[in-house]
């Protein structure tokens, strides 16, 4: 059985840092993207960008380049996203996805609520 | 800057069929911008539905199609159930980058 299992909640202050995970099981997670969702409260989904674990390509939406991270570690299954400086502006659930390519989603983690507030 | 365009609301009576769209700021969509389509309940993560353009999921009830009508993508809900009252997202790849719309909200009514 497929399955992304996403880290827990985070509360964070503005300024500080933070790398969320995303694990996947039941697949070779070497041969899928991992991309990552931003779904801020009450809004739409919006693209952050993608990785290919098996060779770390990353591709980034423009209006998140420099903003966040993308990484993973295929020897532990796991996709990251991080940020160096939080602001309040990045509050949001956060969903990553698999893509068998990358213009094709078809498992959704069940999210990860990062709340920054100080 | 690239814009997905959805219809930002749809209502649609039980048994009845909708189609929802897609279109693309840059011109018309062809199935090379494998379109995805995505059904998001409240408090609920997304589910995927189709991908490029036609294509099913397992788990994609038969009665969502998707397909290209009139340089757009395009969702059809027939015989529309209230479980599927929702909110649907298009999603296009445009050369390594993606762009969701801003979303359907669907009433069945």
């Known amino acids: 059985e497929v399955q992304l299992v996403q880290s827990g909640a985070e509360l964070k202050k503005p300024g500080e840092s933070l790398k969320i995970s995303c694990t996947g099981s039941?697949?070779?997670?070497?041969?899928?993207?991992i991309g990552w969702v931003r779904q801020m409260p009450g809004k739409g989904l919006e693209w952050l960008g993608i990785?290919?674990?098996?060779?770390?390509?990353?591709k980034y939406s423009p209006s998140f380049q420099g903003q966040v991270v993308i990484s993973a570690d295929k020897s532990i299954s796991t996709a990251y996203l991080q940020w160096s400086s939080l602001k309040a502006s990045d509050t949001a659930m956060y969903y990553c996805?698999?893509?068998?390519?990358?213009?094709?989603?078809?498992?959704w983690g069940p999210g990860t609520l990062v709340t920054v507030s100080s | 800057q690239t814009v997905v365009t959805q219809e930002p609301s749809l209502t649609v009576s039980p048994g009845g069929t909708v189609t929802l769209t897609c279109a693309s700021s840059?011109?018309?969509?062809?199935?090379?911008?494998?379109p995805n389509w995505f059904q998001q309940k409240p408090g609920q993560a997304p589910r995927s539905l189709i991908y490029?353009?036609?294509k099913k999921h397992s788990w994609t009830p038969a009665r969502f199609s998707g397909s290209l009508l009139g340089g757009q993508a395009a969702l059809t809900l027939s015989g529309v159930q209230s479980d599927d009252e929702a909110d649907y997202y298009c999603?296009?790849?445009?050369?390594?980058?993606?762009?969701f719309g801003a979303g359907t909200k669907l009433t069945v009514l």
């Open positions: 996805t698999r893509h068998e390519a990358p213009g094709d989603v078809d498992y």
């Open positions: 039941g697949f070779m997670f070497t041969s899928y993207w």
């Open positions: 990785i290919y674990p098996g060779d770390s390509d990353t």
């Open positions: 840059t011109g018309a969509v062809t199935s090379g911008y494998y």
């Open positions: 490029s353009t036609t």
């Open positions: 999603l296009l790849y445009y050369s390594g980058a993606l762009i």
